[in-house]
Protein backbone atom coordinates (compact mmCIF):
# COMPACT_ATOMS: atom_id res chain seq x y z
CA UNK A 1 0.00 0.00 0.00
CA UNK A 2 1.31 3.27 -0.78
CA UNK A 3 -1.15 4.77 2.14
CA UNK A 4 -1.97 8.49 2.04
CA UNK A 5 -0.15 10.63 -1.19
CA UNK A 6 0.07 13.91 -1.56
CA UNK A 7 0.51 16.13 -4.59
CA UNK A 8 2.58 18.47 -5.11
CA UNK A 9 5.38 18.52 -2.19
CA UNK A 10 6.04 22.27 -2.79
CA UNK A 11 4.11 24.86 -4.43
CA UNK A 12 4.84 29.07 -4.41
CA UNK A 13 1.57 30.59 -5.63
CA UNK A 14 1.03 34.39 -6.45
CA UNK A 15 -1.90 36.12 -4.79
CA UNK A 16 -4.98 35.23 -6.26
CA UNK A 17 -4.25 32.28 -8.07
CA UNK A 18 -5.93 29.32 -7.48
CA UNK A 19 -4.91 25.55 -7.40
CA UNK A 20 -5.46 21.94 -6.11
CA UNK A 21 -4.04 20.22 -4.01
CA UNK A 22 -4.28 16.62 -4.47
CA UNK A 23 -4.81 13.60 -1.74
CA UNK A 24 -5.24 9.81 -2.48
CA UNK A 25 -5.35 6.78 -0.15
CA UNK A 26 -5.07 3.07 -0.80
CA UNK A 27 -6.72 1.93 2.75
CA UNK A 28 -10.41 2.38 1.59
CA UNK A 29 -10.64 4.99 4.14
CA UNK A 30 -14.03 6.22 4.35
CA UNK A 31 -13.10 8.95 6.66
CA UNK A 32 -10.22 11.72 4.77
CA UNK A 33 -9.64 15.35 6.28
CA UNK A 34 -6.96 18.06 5.22
CA UNK A 35 -5.09 20.11 8.19
CA UNK A 36 -3.26 23.12 7.86
CA UNK A 37 0.13 23.83 9.63
CA UNK A 38 1.89 26.76 11.60
CA UNK A 39 4.31 27.51 13.53
CA UNK A 40 2.90 28.02 17.00
CA UNK A 41 -0.90 26.64 15.76
CA UNK A 42 -0.32 23.09 15.58
CA UNK A 43 -2.51 21.50 13.75
CA UNK A 44 -6.42 22.71 12.23
CA UNK A 45 -9.09 21.13 10.47
CA UNK A 46 -10.05 22.90 7.45
CA UNK A 47 -12.66 20.18 5.51
CA UNK A 48 -13.08 17.03 6.17
CA UNK A 49 -15.34 14.13 4.62
CA UNK A 50 -16.90 10.83 6.54
CA UNK A 51 -17.38 9.39 2.97
CA UNK A 52 -17.71 9.56 -1.04
CA UNK A 53 -20.04 12.57 -1.70
CA UNK A 54 -20.29 13.99 2.25
CA UNK A 55 -18.14 16.87 3.61
CA UNK A 56 -18.33 19.35 5.87
CA UNK A 57 -16.90 22.17 7.08
CA UNK A 58 -13.72 22.09 9.59
CA UNK A 59 -12.41 24.55 12.24
CA UNK A 60 -10.56 27.11 9.53
CA UNK A 61 -13.12 26.50 6.05
CA UNK A 62 -12.61 29.60 4.58
CA UNK A 63 -10.93 29.84 1.42
CA UNK A 64 -10.90 26.50 0.47
CA UNK A 65 -13.75 24.31 -1.16
CA UNK A 66 -13.75 20.25 -0.83
CA UNK A 67 -15.12 17.59 -2.91
CA UNK A 68 -15.51 13.59 -2.72
CA UNK A 69 -16.48 11.71 -5.68
CA UNK A 70 -14.40 8.61 -5.04
CA UNK A 71 -13.75 7.01 -1.62
CA UNK A 72 -9.76 7.54 -2.81
CA UNK A 73 -9.62 10.97 -3.44
CA UNK A 74 -10.12 14.10 -1.68
CA UNK A 75 -8.51 17.17 -3.17
CA UNK A 76 -8.39 21.01 -1.61
CA UNK A 77 -9.17 23.77 -3.38
CA UNK A 78 -7.76 27.31 -3.19
CA UNK A 79 -10.23 29.66 -4.72
CA UNK A 80 -8.13 32.94 -4.63
CA UNK A 81 -4.94 32.41 -2.77
CA UNK A 82 -3.71 34.79 -0.11
CA UNK A 83 -0.66 35.45 1.99
CA UNK A 84 -2.24 33.82 5.32
CA UNK A 85 -3.04 30.65 3.15
CA UNK A 86 0.93 29.79 2.99
CA UNK A 87 1.10 27.22 5.58
CA UNK A 88 2.13 23.00 5.34
CA UNK A 89 -0.79 21.62 4.24
CA UNK A 90 -1.57 17.87 5.52
CA UNK A 91 -4.42 15.30 4.60
CA UNK A 92 -5.36 11.91 6.28
CA UNK A 93 -6.97 9.30 6.00
CA UNK A 94 -8.95 7.06 9.04
CA UNK A 95 -11.22 3.73 9.58
CA UNK A 96 -13.76 3.58 11.85
CA UNK A 97 -12.97 -0.11 12.23
CA UNK A 98 -9.48 0.86 13.53
CA UNK A 99 -10.98 3.24 15.93
CA UNK A 100 -10.47 6.66 13.66
CA UNK A 101 -6.31 6.09 13.82
CA UNK A 102 -5.41 8.85 11.28
CA UNK A 103 -2.57 8.13 8.94
CA UNK A 104 -1.42 10.99 7.74
CA UNK A 105 0.42 12.00 4.21
CA UNK A 106 3.55 14.26 3.73
CA UNK A 107 2.73 17.41 3.32
CA UNK A 108 2.21 19.93 0.99
CA UNK A 109 4.49 23.50 1.38
CA UNK A 110 2.06 25.96 0.10
CA UNK A 111 4.04 29.89 0.03
CA UNK A 112 1.88 32.74 -1.08
CA UNK A 113 3.81 35.96 -2.09
CA UNK B 1 -15.46 23.91 22.72
CA UNK B 2 -12.64 20.84 22.87
CA UNK B 3 -9.09 22.27 23.75
CA UNK B 4 -5.64 20.07 23.80
CA UNK B 5 -2.76 21.34 25.54
CA UNK B 6 0.30 20.23 25.98
CA UNK B 7 3.07 20.74 28.57
CA UNK B 8 6.11 20.97 28.27
CA UNK B 9 6.13 22.79 25.00
CA UNK B 10 10.08 22.01 24.98
CA UNK B 11 12.09 19.07 26.55
CA UNK B 12 16.24 18.66 26.32
CA UNK B 13 17.12 15.68 28.17
CA UNK B 14 20.26 13.26 28.04
CA UNK B 15 20.55 10.50 26.86
CA UNK B 16 18.63 7.42 28.37
CA UNK B 17 16.88 9.21 30.41
CA UNK B 18 13.09 8.40 31.22
CA UNK B 19 10.64 11.28 30.21
CA UNK B 20 7.14 11.67 30.93
CA UNK B 21 5.24 14.09 28.33
CA UNK B 22 1.60 15.44 29.20
CA UNK B 23 -1.76 16.49 27.08
CA UNK B 24 -4.68 17.27 29.17
CA UNK B 25 -8.59 18.30 27.52
CA UNK B 26 -10.88 20.38 28.70
CA UNK B 27 -13.89 17.91 27.31
CA UNK B 28 -13.62 13.72 28.77
CA UNK B 29 -16.51 13.04 25.75
CA UNK B 30 -13.43 11.30 23.54
CA UNK B 31 -13.96 8.49 21.26
CA UNK B 32 -10.26 7.92 21.41
CA UNK B 33 -6.57 9.31 21.89
CA UNK B 34 -4.04 9.53 19.46
CA UNK B 35 -0.13 10.52 19.78
CA UNK B 36 1.93 11.00 16.83
CA UNK B 37 5.89 11.86 16.52
CA UNK B 38 6.81 14.68 13.46
CA UNK B 39 10.52 15.42 12.27
CA UNK B 40 11.40 18.56 11.02
CA UNK B 41 9.67 19.11 7.79
CA UNK B 42 8.07 15.87 8.02
CA UNK B 43 4.89 14.15 8.11
CA UNK B 44 3.12 12.86 11.40
CA UNK B 45 3.56 9.34 12.88
CA UNK B 46 0.93 7.59 14.60
CA UNK B 47 2.46 6.11 17.75
CA UNK B 48 -0.12 4.95 20.36
CA UNK B 49 -3.95 5.14 19.83
CA UNK B 50 -5.87 4.85 22.86
CA UNK B 51 -9.49 3.86 22.89
CA UNK B 52 -11.41 5.70 25.44
CA UNK B 53 -12.14 2.09 27.67
CA UNK B 54 -8.77 1.87 27.84
CA UNK B 55 -6.43 3.12 30.34
CA UNK B 56 -3.15 2.45 28.47
CA UNK B 57 -1.37 0.90 25.58
CA UNK B 58 2.42 0.29 24.93
CA UNK B 59 4.68 0.10 22.15
CA UNK B 60 8.37 -0.77 22.60
CA UNK B 61 10.08 1.76 24.75
CA UNK B 62 6.53 3.69 24.69
CA UNK B 63 3.78 4.16 26.97
CA UNK B 64 0.51 5.92 26.44
CA UNK B 65 -2.35 6.26 29.41
CA UNK B 66 -5.30 7.82 29.25
CA UNK B 67 -7.44 9.72 32.39
CA UNK B 68 -10.56 10.51 31.23
CA UNK B 69 -11.83 11.55 33.93
CA UNK B 70 -9.15 14.44 34.41
CA UNK B 71 -8.96 15.13 31.18
CA UNK B 72 -5.14 14.11 30.81
CA UNK B 73 -3.12 11.33 28.92
CA UNK B 74 0.83 11.26 29.39
CA UNK B 75 3.12 9.59 26.87
CA UNK B 76 5.99 7.90 29.26
CA UNK B 77 9.48 7.21 26.95
CA UNK B 78 12.32 5.11 28.48
CA UNK B 79 15.67 4.88 28.14
CA UNK B 80 15.36 8.04 25.55
CA UNK B 81 17.76 7.66 22.58
CA UNK B 82 19.06 11.02 20.37
CA UNK B 83 16.57 9.00 17.83
CA UNK B 84 13.84 9.75 19.69
CA UNK B 85 13.85 13.97 19.08
CA UNK B 86 11.31 14.84 17.18
CA UNK B 87 7.77 16.96 17.90
CA UNK B 88 5.67 14.75 19.54
CA UNK B 89 1.79 15.94 19.37
CA UNK B 90 -1.71 14.64 21.29
CA UNK B 91 -4.83 14.19 19.39
CA UNK B 92 -8.14 13.88 21.00
CA UNK B 93 -11.12 12.20 18.39
CA UNK B 94 -14.11 13.66 18.99
CA UNK B 95 -17.39 11.39 19.52
CA UNK B 96 -19.77 12.36 17.44
CA UNK B 97 -19.97 15.11 14.68
CA UNK B 98 -17.81 13.07 12.21
CA UNK B 99 -15.58 12.10 14.95
CA UNK B 100 -13.06 15.63 14.28
CA UNK B 101 -9.67 15.47 15.55
CA UNK B 102 -8.65 18.82 17.66
CA UNK B 103 -4.60 18.25 18.40
CA UNK B 104 -2.10 20.08 20.83
CA UNK B 105 0.39 22.14 19.94
CA UNK B 106 3.22 19.68 20.61
CA UNK B 107 5.95 18.70 22.85
CA UNK B 108 9.74 19.39 21.13
CA UNK B 109 11.93 17.07 22.23
CA UNK B 110 15.69 17.47 22.19
CA UNK B 111 17.75 13.96 23.59
CA UNK B 112 21.27 14.93 23.90
CA UNK B 113 24.12 12.45 23.23
Known sequence: ?113 | KQEVTQIPAALSVPEGENLVLNCSFTDSAIYNLQWFRQDPGKGLTSLLLIQSSQREQTSGRLNASLDKSSGRSTLYIAASQPGDSATYLCAVILRGGGFKTIFGAGTRLFVKA
Not at chain 1, 28 to 40: A, T
Not at chain 1, 77 to 86: H, I, K, M, V
Request: net charge neutral; proline share 5%; with cysteine.
Open chain 1, 1 to 113: NAGVTQTPKFQVLKTGQSMTLQCAQDMNHEYMSWYRQDPGMGLRLIHYSVGAGITDQGEVPNGYNVSRSTTEDFPLRLLSAAPSQTSVYFCASSYRDRGYEQYFGPGTRLTVT
